[in-house]
Nanobody, 123 residues
Framework: QVQLVESGGGLVQAGGSLRLSCAAS????????RAWFRQAPGKEREFVAA????????YYADSVKGRFAISRDNAKNTVYLQMNSLETEDTAVYYC????????????????WGQGTQVTVSS
């Protein structure tokens, strides 16, 4: 059974940092693009960051560029999202995803999803 399991979410003050992890099991995703999306209450799920299979190519939403960094460890089948300078607007459930179709930035092209981890940034 394929599973993506996020961890590392929590409550943090504005300006603080969190590091999310997404561990995969059930198959290897070393040749898959990996990504993070987020969904705030009452809003659509939106793209945050994506990384290609080798880790050499990354993409970010404009809203997180310069503050967030995506990385991966294929030996551990895990992708990370380092979030710095957090803002209240970053409050959302964060989901990791995997795709074998290039490095998409739209959620519809991702085949595997985790259950999400809550990130709450207080002012």
């Amino acid at each position: 059974q394929v599973q993506l399991v996020e961890s590392g979410g929590g409550l943090v003050q504005a300006g603080g940092s969190l590091r999310l992890s997404c561990a995969a099991s059930g198959r290897t995703f070393s040749r898959y693009a990996r990504a993070w999306f987020r969904q705030a209450p009452g809003k659509e799920r939106e793209f945050v960051a994506a990384i290609n299979w080798s880790g050499r190519t990354t993409y970010y939403a404009d809203s997180v560029k310069g503050r967030f960094a995506i990385s991966r460890d294929n030996a551990k089948n895990t992708v990370y999202l380092q979030m710095n300078s957090l803002e209240t607007e970053d409050t959302a459930v964060y989901y990791c995803a995997a795709s074998d179709n290039g490095v998409p930035i739209t959620r519809y092209e991702y085949d595997y999803w985790g259950q999400g981890t809550q990130v709450t940034v207080s002012s």
